[in-house]
């Protein structure tokens, strides 16, 4: 059974800096590049960042560029969000994806989702 468990949100206040970890178990995860997405209440979830499997590749969104960097331990089965400079704008549910094709995580597609975890940013 796979299972992605995210980790680390909080509460914190603005230009505060937390770090998400989404740890894997049940799927090989050399295998899949993993993503992270946010759902804001009343909004449609949205993309944040994603990496490739061999690390090769990140991406990012816009209003995330420059804050938030996603990193992957392959040897601990765990991705990673580095959010840094927090804005009230980043109050979320966290998730994260893992697809075993780069588009599939990039578009939202993931073969696989963690149930979140509530970052709230206060101002």
């Known amino acids: 059974q796979v299972r992605l468990v995210e980790s680390g949100g909080g509460l914190v206040q603005a230009g505060a800096s937390l770090r998400l970890s989404c740890a894997s178990s049940?799927?090989?995860?050399?295998?899949?590049?993993m993503g992270w997405f946010r759902q804001a209440p009343g909004k449609e979830r949205e993309f944040v960042a994603a990496?490739?499997?061999?690390?090769?590749?990140?991406y990012s969104a816009d209003s995330v560029k420059g804050r938030f960097t996603i990193s992957r331990d392959n040897a601990e089965n765990t991705v990673y969000l580095q959010m840094n400079s927090l804005k009230p704008d980043d109050t979320a549910v966290y998730y994260c994806?893992?697809?075993?094709?780069?588009?599939?995580?990039?578009?939202?597609?993931?073969?696989?989702w963690g149930q979140g975890t509530q970052v709230t940013v206060s101002s």
């Open positions: 049940g799927l090989t995860f050399t295998r899949y590049a």
């Open positions: 994806a893992a697809g075993d094709i780069w588009s599939k995580v990039v578009g939202g597609r993931g073969d696989y």
């Open positions: 990496i490739s499997r061999s690390f090769a590749q990140t």
